[in-house]
């Protein structure tokens, strides 16, 4: 991590801790509890799509693979929560690694063929194993999580609690970015043969990356779990992995920022527009048109050159 | 010796690429490879470092076989390439470039890097030093932090041997280091790669430029079609028949 990058997560940092104070409105409280969900999943696929320039389009399914090993633990067979959420990811590293190995291999653009198929199957084993997962009814009644004590029980807490996990998480990103590992990755964007003849082992490095970005994605779907306490195959179809794979290319693929730009406007957005009734697609259409045509590199991207400008008149 | 092969082939579909090849280099050797366009001068690169795998026959570094290994693998081993088409990462500064190099040579993993622990820290400290000595000694000291795509073509050939060095060589593979050069970086190249010998390091190059390959080389091999038509001193080969035929044509 550079000093940028922790200039603006101590800035960050400070401002979440500010904003509960400023706005007491549940409503908001709980916009931004889903904001640091969605933003820890745009954040590890930011890591695959913008380091290792690869797509996956069934994230929504590592989401509800950690959300569902939470619920059926802890609510069904009376796991630990902690244990439930450790499960979670163990599953979700070991799945991503089963398809991470033949897809990953392989020059091109495979994964994205392959966790479109494996989001789908999810869907359908979450519909359909009523024993399990509830069938598309769901799983209610799950329990809260509780730390060091606390009992996760309010929306403030919540607040605090995923967004504490949030700042760990980008922390460990941009950690890994600013190191040979990520170093690595980045080559492997520019020139995979330069990469391989420089040492670099690219397919296993892709596949670590992919498992990480799953991880993340469970680890979302956990939190997400305790805080809902109920989970249904609705919130786990292709419309979100779609919706991921949009924050990160609208927030800017080149940054884990960016992903946390883009999880934020795209979480917010829609809750700001449903005043507007039936215009509301037509405007988020219009918005995420109008970024795309003018800053193709992303919101980050557009905010970098505001902030270059800013500094040549200065 | 060094690098040893033993009829090894390629093909592409029906195209003889490189047939039955033999050839040895030996040890602290500057050995040229020549020929006309088309001879299969790159694909016998791209052999050696594991990117393309040969159609048949054996590849022996430092007396193991590396017929079948990946091209990482084989840069671990001790084998490092420059491009015919410069291939930089361009979105990394030059040093970072270099610091690529040193990947091989280093081991700090995925887990002490996320969680940035001491050792990884210090690696870092370590890894860029090295880089910029790597850097200096091919003279880019001063342009560390650009954007390896303001580098005039020269010093982006300048820097992919400094990359190539980084990861400690034992053979390095350089892949027509002269083409897009002017006269005097021509000059200093030849300087640079005797200077690269003398450090240990044994010297397999492809290049057009005659001039550079007669002064610096102590054996010169000649392809044509995929076959070696002549290979011993520069001398030798300058007056070798066969080698004026390839090269003029025959009436």
């Avoid at chain 1, 950690?175 to 397919?203: K, P, Q, W």
């Avoid at chain 1, 939190?223 to 306490?229: A, D, G, K, N, R």
Wanted: aromatic share 10%; proline share 3%; hydrophobic share 45%.
């Amino acid at each position: 991590m550079d000093k940028k990058d922790s200039l603006t997560l101590l800035i960050l940092t400070v401002c979440l801790v500010i904003f509960p104070f400023i706005v007491t409105n549940t409503y908001y409280i709980s916009t931004m509890v889903f904001v640091g969900i969605n933003g820890i999943i745009a954040i590890g696929l930011s890591l695959l799509m913008g380091y290792a320039g690869q797509i996956s389009i069934g994230h929504a399914a590592f989401f509800g693979l950690g959300a569902y090993t939470s619920a059926v633990l802890t609510a069904k067979l009376g796991f630990h929560p902690w244990g439930a959420f450790f499960l979670g990811i163990l599953l979700s590293s070991c799945i991503a690694l089963i398809i991470g190995i033949p897809s990953l291999k392989l020059k091109g653009h495979y994964l994205a063929m392959a966790t479109l198929g494996f989001g789908e199957i999810t869907y359908i084993v979450f519909n359909e194993l009523t024993d399990i997962t509830g069938g598309p009814s769901g799983i209610g009644d799950i329990p809260k999580i509780s730390l060091a004590g606390y009992t996760m029980n309010t929306d403030i807490k919540y607040y605090f609690f995923v967004w504490a996990f949030l700042l760990l998480i980008l922390t460990f990103s941009l950690n890994l970015i600013h190191s040979r590992i990520g170093r690595a990755l980045r080559s492997i964007h520019d020139s995979e043969v330069a990469a391989n003849a420089m040492g670099i082992n690219t397919g296993k490095l892709k596949i670590q990356v992919f498992m990480i970005s799953a991880v993340f994605g469970s680890v979302a779907g956990s939190l997400y779990t305790h805080y809902v306490t109920f989970v249904s195959p609705s919130s786990f179809g292709l419309f979100f992995s779609i919706l991921l794979v949009m924050m990160v290319v609208i927030g800017g693929m080149h940054s884990v920022w960016g992903a946390l730009i883009g999880a934020a406007l795209l979480t917010i957005l829609p809750e700001f527009l449903r005043a507007l009734k039936d215009f509301e697609i037509f405007v988020y259409g219009s918005v995420l048109l109008l970024i795309m045509i003018f800053l193709p590199r992303g919101l980050i991207g557009g905010l970098e050159y505001l902030f270059n400008r800013l500094i040549k008149k200065v | 010796m060094i690098l040893h092969t033993s009829k090894i082939k390629k093909t592409f579909g029906g195209l003889v690429a490189v047939s039955d090849l033999d050839f040895t280099v030996r040890e602290c050797q500057i050995k040229a490879i020549i020929g006309p366009n088309g001879a299969g001068k790159t694909t016998v690169f791209n052999l050696i470092s594991g990117i393309l795998p040969p159609t048949g026959g054996e590849i022996q570094f430092q007396g193991k076989s590396i017929t079948r290994l990946k091209s990482y693998r084989i840069s671990s081993l001790g084998i490092s390439r420059t491009f015919q088409n410069v291939q930089l990462f361009s979105n990394m500064s030059v040093i970072e470039n270099v610091m690529i190099g040193r990947h091989p040579r280093t081991s700090s993993g995925i887990m002490s890097s996320i969680l940035s622990l001491p050792k990884k820290r210090k690696e870092e400290k370590e890894v860029r030093k090295r880089a910029m000595e790597y850097l200096e000694f091919v003279g880019l000291g001063d342009r560390f932090d650009e954007s390896p795509e303001n580098l005039p073509f020269g010093k982006q050939r300048l820097l992919e041997i400094a990359r190539a060095m980084a990861t400690e060589p034992r053979l390095l593979l350089l892949d027509e280091p002269a083409s897009g050069l002017n006269t005097k970086e021509t000059q200093n190249l030849s300087r640079l790669i005797t200077e690269i010998r003398g450090r240990g390091i044994t010297i397999l190059l492809v290049e057009h430029d005659m001039e550079l390959v007669m002064g610096i080389s102590d054996e010169i091999m000649v392809l044509n079609s995929g076959q070696k038509i002549a290979e011993g001193l520069p001398r030798e080969i300058q007056e070798n028949d066969e080698v004026i035929k390839a090269y003029l044509g025959e009436d």
